[in-house]
């Protein structure tokens, strides 16, 4: 029912800034809550952030509040992650993910749809 795309990872230095997309397709996107995730090697995939249907009641892990943040444009069926004040620890694969409920929004195994990921790395 959804598919998605995310885009704009890179290479920046600590202090930096990114901004990552997640292009949608699907009809029923628009009802979706979405969530960002981020895999570092040798590590398990976890929440950094997410966001309701209508944009409303973010939510982060503690280690991003302050620095990211996450928003949506249903007309353009795109879920963005502005990254400011990159930290050497937050290199890692980032993915977005899709699920129609938005109970558990940190539980990466309740999602429904993911997307390929995008690498970001920040040196120091």
């Known amino acids: 029912q959804v598919q998605l795309v995310e885009s704009g990872g890179g290479l920046v230095q600590a202090g930096g800034s990114l901004r990552l997309s997640c292009a949608a397709s699907?009809?029923?996107?628009?009802?979706?809550?979405v969530g960002w995730f981020r895999q570092a090697p040798g590590k398990e995939r976890d929440f950094v952030a997410a966001i309701s249907a209508s944009g409303g009641s973010p939510y982060y892990v503690d280690s991003v509040k302050g620095r990211f943040t996450i928003s949506r444009d249903n007309a353009k069926n795109t879920v963005y992650l502005q990254m400011n004040s990159l930290k050497p620890e937050d290199t890692a694969i980032y993915y977005c993910a899709a699920k129609y409920s938005s109970s558990y929004y940190y539980r990466s195994l309740l999602y429904n749809y993911w997307g390929q990921g995008t690498q970001v790395t920040v040196s120091s």
């Open positions: 699907g009809r029923t996107f628009s009802n979706t809550f």
